[in-house]
């Protein structure tokens, strides 16, 4: 079964507004990352957090981590056209070897 | 550096035939998997691998084998395609399992029938 659960499933948002995506997850986690795929295409690393950090930039990018509630969030700010793509939280739970993904936000910039 | 490469883009098979699913990387990464995604359900593992001649098994292994038999490659095989098999199939490597990020191939769309 999946490991991460992104919400919303979908968001829409006009160019320069701030995007934000949630996963939750359920058992223990070494790290968690976040991908983005642009339609037709294969996926992209954006970011990896550690279960040791609470939060990471890079560029207009921000991700959260809070252990306690088992959930992270993806903050892309001052959002672009080129931002449109689907973005899928991955972790790599404690003592396992798999990085398992959720399902994706669909993310939709309006220029 | 090519990164994660896969062939062949598309495949159209009926079913109960066979095929392979070539994954090969040049980036000397130690770990390798395959995903499917289909509609609705994100990614799924179905096979990976933590170094040569040592494969295990992911969440949907059924139907499909794998091995590894040198750092490089990381074959998927269908021994006999099945409808239900029907997905896009990604290959992905990293340098170790439980630090870093993983570099995605470009995707094999295929059609059972």
């Known amino acids: 079964s999946q490991q991460g659960e992104e919400d919303p499933q979908a968001l829409s948002i006009q160019e320069g507004e701030n995007a934000t995506m949630n996963c939750s997850y359920k058992t223990s986690i070494n790290n968690l990352q976040w991908y983005r795929q642009n339609s037709g295409r294969g996926l992209v690393h954006l970011i990896l957090i550690r279960s040791n950090e609470r939060e990471k930039h890079s560029g207009r990018l921000r991700v959260t981590l809070d252990t306690s509630k088992k959930s992270s969030s993806l903050l892309i700010t001052a959002s672009r056209a080129a931002d449109t793509a689907s973005y899928f939280c991955?972790?790599?739970?404690?003592?396992?070897?798999?990085?398992?993904f959720g399902k994706g936000t669909k993310l939709t910039v309006n220029p | 550096n090519a990164g994660v490469t896969q062939t062949p883009k598309f495949q159209v098979l009926k079913t109960g035939q066979s095929m392979t699913l070539q994954c090969a990387q040049d980036m000397n990464h130690e770990y390798m998997s395959w995903y499917r995604q289909d509609p609705g359900m994100g990614l799924r593992l179905i096979h990976y691998?933590?170094?040569?001649?040592?494969?295990d098994q992911g969440e949907v292994p059924n139907g499909y084998n794998v091995s590894r038999s040198t750092t490089e490659d990381f074959p998927l095989r269908l021994l006999s395609a099945a409808p239900s098999q029907t997905s896009v199939y990604f290959c992905?490597?990293?340098?170790?399992?439980?630090?870093?990020?993983?570099?995605f191939g470009p995707g094999t769309r295929l059609t059972v029938t």
């Open positions: 992905a490597s990293s340098y170790t399992y439980d630090r870093d990020e993983q570099y």
């Open positions: 991955a972790t790599k739970q404690g003592g396992s070897e798999k990085l398992v």
């Open positions: 691998s933590v170094g040569a001649g040592i494969t």
